[in-house]
């Protein structure tokens, strides 16, 4: 199984204080490393300017990689641009694009994407919540038009709703996007009644639900429609701050729910996509929590990949 990373993702400085810092990476790739044998680390490439426009506008490719910041630029009060965050981006974004690459051309089923910043809340305009550019979108994207592939799933895991990732893909029939997430909770968004053209799947889970709520979401309402669609690919924004060591929520889950989740979709992609998954991270602000899920998580789809 692969994992893409670059050291570019680690130089995107947030400040002081703030929660999505150059050590959640670091975390990641020294849990992986030290407890997960077997990976195949692969350098991330940069995306092409090609590749960001299918999704995004230019405005906010210039916004990123045109600013050239001296120091910290607030783009909201939570989303930082500093001297190292284009290049970072970039990594972030390319590192999708080629786990797809990689995955299409079968020389591995599985491939996790270790980079920062995340992606699942930058919409076709604005970079928000952290996320600069919208690295699934970015990669779904290139499956559809380069890979000609003509149906993708994109599950979201994250606590928080992927609204970018939704206002990406709510009117293209070609991607079903599924998420479960915390509510009320930023971004605010993910009603269950959203529901797109019919491609839209969201779950709405109060503080507090625990596994069985979380799981009872999935299976009943999630892993169906997603079954249902067939997908010829499946990816995933895999956020891991549903922890409940986790500080920015309060859904009180175990590494063993994200294991779970990922090997129920590893199910699905055996049986319509050859196996084909490529996971992005995404949050997890806790660190030792977020070592423990990444571990999870990547042992999941090494199992789906080596089976």
């Known amino acids: 199984m692969a994992v893409f990373t670059h050291a570019a993702c680690f130089a995107h400085d947030t400040g002081p204080g703030h929660v999505e810092t150059p050590a959640r990476l670091g975390a990641v790739v020294t ?19 090609g ?3 299918r999704v995004h506008e230019p405005l906010l490719l210039r916004t990123v990689l045109e600013a050239e ?3 910290l630029v607030q783009l909201d009060p939570d989303t930082v641009l500093s001297p190292g965050s284009p290049e970072a981006a970039l990594r972030a974004a390319g590192a999708v694009v080629a786990a797809v690459d990689l995955v299409m051309a079968g020389e591995s089923e599985a491939a996790f994407c270790a980079v920062r910043p995340p992606g699942h809340h930058a919409t076709p305009a604005h970079a928000m919540g952290f996320c600069l550019f919208n690295n699934v979108a970015v990669g779904a994207a290139h499956a559809l038009d380069r890979h000609g592939l003509s149906r993708v799933a994109i599950i979201d895991f994250d606590i928080h709703h992927g609204n970018g990732t939704q206002a990406i893909f709510a009117e293209e029939p070609r991607v079903l996007y599924a998420s479960a997430h915390e509510m009320p909770l930023f971004p605010e968004t993910g009603q269950p009644r959203d529901r797109g053209i019919g491609n839209l799947h969201n779950a709405a889970l109060q503080a507090g639900s625990g596994s069985h709520r979380f799981r009872e979401a999935w299976r009943d309402r999630l892993l169906p429609a997603i079954d249902g669609f067939e997908p010829q690919l499946v990816m995933i924004s895999a956020g891991f701050d549903g922890h409940r060591a986790d500080p920015v929520a ?21 049986r319509h996509a050859g196996g084909r998954m490529v996971s992005v991270l995404e949050g997890g602000y806790d660190l030792a929590a ?10 999941a789809l090494g199992a789906c990949a080596t089976g």
Request: charged content about 25%; proline content about 5%; overall charge negative.
């Open 31 to 49: 849990a992986l490393r030290d407890h997960v044998p077997g990976l195949e680390w692969l350098e991330a490439p940069r995306a092409s300017r």
């Open 51 to 53: 590749q960001l426009l």
């Open 69 to 71: 910041p001296a120091h």
């Open 250 to 270: 309060h859904i009180e889950l175990e590494a063993d729910d994200f294991a779970w989740l990922t090997g129920e979709l590893a199910g699905i992609a055996s």
């Open 290 to 299: 977020l070592a423990e899920c990444s571990i999870a998580h990547v042992r």
